[in-house]
């Protein structure tokens, strides 16, 4: 008999990172995070899995820091990241010896290393500042000074002139930037540092003669925008810099797509904002097309378009974490068709256009209840593919080109999946109420559930607003269903992956999205037997917390509810955010300040009749931790002495869930008591 999900499995889960399929061998080379029953702890190893009989040659193992691994264009050398007393550095193992040397030591680390086709350089990426010597910033510290230099730094004044000084998960601005440098992939000589310049270099890629890099770069640009950048044409031996494209925003943020060049190297595939789309959506995240831009800048040539089953050339995919590290954008083998992710209707699909221009509709090469989220490197005809379903974790395949086929190459969590009662979500759409848009629900049951047995239910609202929820994997929601919890979540209006209408950014706040998920609820309940309405509890982060807080003073359907990492005051963002307001719309400045507060959530909070759990990192830019204090002190003070609400906050965590072990499980402890006693 199957077992049912534990909390502790959640710190069990192998996952698995990058990836190149080799076909002569008919090996797979990843890097994968595993639970090491030696040691008790997860490990991460780098290593080659022969397909057929599963065995495993370990090629780097439990190295701190590990991962990043990617074949020399010949085949014969391998470089990876790991750490070491300066941050992660770059190595270079022969597998013929199996020997590896380090060929960076950068003060402050490396990021992102990328072969040149060549494959007698290395490109990657660093921070530091142009004052900074190359000498000084590839003289790897000792701990001891690296902590002198710690404590002078933070002894520094902040000085501020202009917006987009802060980013969450980074603080303020520093003197230090992404820059870009090569190394001699022998690992002989400094590194050399192709650019310069007060701005953020990234996403790079090698043009094949390996004597160009395209990247994308703000150095152009309003440096408050974050979400858009210009491409750069870079000479490695002259450093010399061309901007490619001029009012052409591509796509950095949240899902940023890495150029690639055509195999000619006259062109490069770029995804670009729709700038005017934006605009004519009231500020809803814009789409993204694909273009193929010329290196001088003077032809940028749409090929791709938009469709009701492909809406977008990007996915913001909520809950498909499987491929990381994979790229989503490819040439085909032939080179004649680019391949890319984009989301249709909760599917994480592979879609194709023709490079040409000449078939600007996206043909899908996948379809089905699954979430693709990366692709290794075409070759003969097959590509490296990521995938994962509600019940059943991530796994890596290979996918003809042209027909969809596709074979299964590594199965994460073998056992574990076949030992485990994992659920299977069950999916509907429904019509909304004012018949605008249809809405897609899923119905995660619990494991273990008998014929005839209700259950509490876990409502989990996604963040975003503009992210969806997928068919993918979900080890979170598992963990519920494990300990007795059905789980129920939708993609409201607001999502994207459903068209330009549904995810309309005004349809997030004002009611339309909070009538949609309370429509959904309704709508399960009259299709599952095993909902039991009565014991109903609602959760979710970011803007899934602001739904979460939203709703609480509307409604007395739920039972108890958590809000993780939430918008609480307009004002509190305003000022606080990395996402500053703008208050150019009203006639006077105290205006604007009236509007922010009561159109808050923060307003009503006496409303509130059910349990509250506040979440919260203490270091979260996004949505600043001032709003959960508020919220909480809002509750107690409206609220009876023993009406339950609670907050928990945890140092050092930006916005997001804690990534330390222990944070994390505290965390997700504390989730599971809450609804566990309330519901």
């Not at 470089?79 to 040397?101: F, I």
């Not at 703000?218 to 010399?240: E, F």
């Not at 592979?350 to 990366?374: C, F, M, Q």
């Not at 270091?619 to 009406?643: M, N, T, W």
Request: glycine share 8%.
């Amino acid at each position: 008999m199957k077992r049912l999900t534990s909390l502790e499995d959640l710190d069990r889960k192998e996952s698995l990172a990058f990836g190149e399929y080799l076909p002569k061998s008919g090996q797979l080379l990843m890097a994968d995070r595993l639970f090491s029953e030696e040691k008790g702890r997860m490990v991460t190893q780098i290593v080659l899995v022969t397909v057929q009989t599963g065995a495993r040659d370990v090629l780097v193992d439990d190295c701190p820091g590990l991962g990043n691994p990617v074949l020399s264009p010949d085949g014969k050398r391998l470089l990876y990241l790991a750490a070491a007393p300066g941050g992660r550095q770059v190595y270079v193992m022969d597998l013929k010896t199996r020997e590896s040397r380090a060929v960076t030591h950068m003060r402050f680390g490396c990021m992102d290393p990328l072969w040149s086709p060549d494959g007698e350089k290395i490109l990657f990426t660093s921070m530091c500042s142009d004052a900074m010597e190359d000498e000084w910033l590839q003289t790897m510290p000792d701990p001891a000074e690296a902590a002198a230099y710690a404590r002078e730094r933070a002894k520094e004044p902040v000085v501020i002139e202009d917006f987009g000084y802060k980013f969450d998960g980074m603080g303020f601005a520093q003197p230090e930037v992404m820059q870009l440098f090569v190394v001699d992939a022998d690992g002989n000589g400094l590194a050399r540092r192709i650019t310069q310049g007060h701005a953020n270099f990234m996403h790079a890629a090698w043009a094949p003669d390996s004597q160009k890099i395209v990247c994308e770069s703000n150095l152009y640009c309003d440096k408050a925008i974050g979400i858009a950048m210009d491409l750069l044409l870079i000479d490695i031996r002259t450093r010399k810099m061309q901007q490619v494209t001029r009012e052409r925003m591509l796509v950095s943020y949240p899902n940023p797509v890495r150029p690639v060049f055509t195999r000619d190297g006259q062109y490069v595939v770029i995804g670009i904002l729709d700038y005017a789309d934006m605009k004519h959506l009231g500020g809803t995240y814009p789409s993204v097309t694909l273009h193929k831009v010329s290196l001088d800048g003077r032809e940028c040539i749409p090929i791709s378009e938009k469709t009701e089953d492909c809406p977008d050339t990007v996915q913001f995919a909520y809950n498909a974490g499987c491929g990381q590290g994979l790229e989503k954008v490819r040439i085909s083998s032939d080179g004649k068709w680019v391949l890319f992710h984009a989301s249709c209707r909760g599917e994480c699909r592979i879609w194709k256009v023709a490079l040409d221009g000449s078939r600007k509709k996206p043909v899908a090469v996948t379809e089905g209840k699954y979430a693709h989220n990366g692709m290794g490197v075409p070759q003969k005809g097959q590509v490296l593919i990521s995938e994962s379903e509600t019940s059943k974790p991530e796994s890596y395949w290979l996918l003809h080109e042209k027909t969809g086929e596709k074979t299964l190459l590594y199965q994460s969590n073998r056992e574990w999946v076949r030992n485990v009662a994992l659920s299977q979500a069950e999916d509907f759409f429904f019509e909304t109420l004012d018949g605008c848009s249809r809405v897609h629900g899923f119905c995660l049951p619990p494991q273990g559930l008998k014929k005839g047995e209700k259950a509490p239910c876990i409502v989990y609202v996604h963040g975003g607003p503009h992210p969806f929820y997928t068919y993918g994997f979900d080890m979170e929601m598992q963990m519920f269903a494990g300990s007795g919890f059905g789980v129920l979540f939708c993609n409201p209006r607001g999502s994207s992956g459903y068209g330009d209408e549904h995810r309309q950014l005004s349809y997030a706040f004002d009611g339309s999205a909070y009538t949609d998920i309370m429509q959904f609820v309704h709508e399960a309940a009259q299709r599952y037997a095993w909902i039991d309405e009565n014991r109903l509890g609602l959760t979710g982060g970011s803007y899934g917390g602001y739904m979460t807080n939203y709703a609480a003073t509307r409604t007395k359907k739920f039972k108890a509810y958590i809000t993780q990492r939430a918008v609480v005051n307009e004002l509190i963002s305003y000022a606080s955010s990395d996402m500053q307001g703008n208050s150019k719309d009203y006639p006077t400045y105290g205006e604007f300040m009236d509007h922010a507060v009561e159109h808050s959530v923060i307003c009503g909070m006496e409303k509130v009749n059910a349990p509250f759990l506040i979440m919260h990192g203490m270091d979260d830019l996004r949505c600043p931790v001032e709003g959960a204090h508020q919220l909480f002190v809002a509750l107690k003070d409206s609220h009876p002495e023993d009406f339950p609400v609670k907050m928990i906050l945890y140092p050092h965590v930006a916005h997001n869930q804690p990534s330390d072990p222990a944070q994390r499980m505290h965390y997700y402890r504390a989730m599971l008591a809450w609804f566990q006693k309330y519901l």
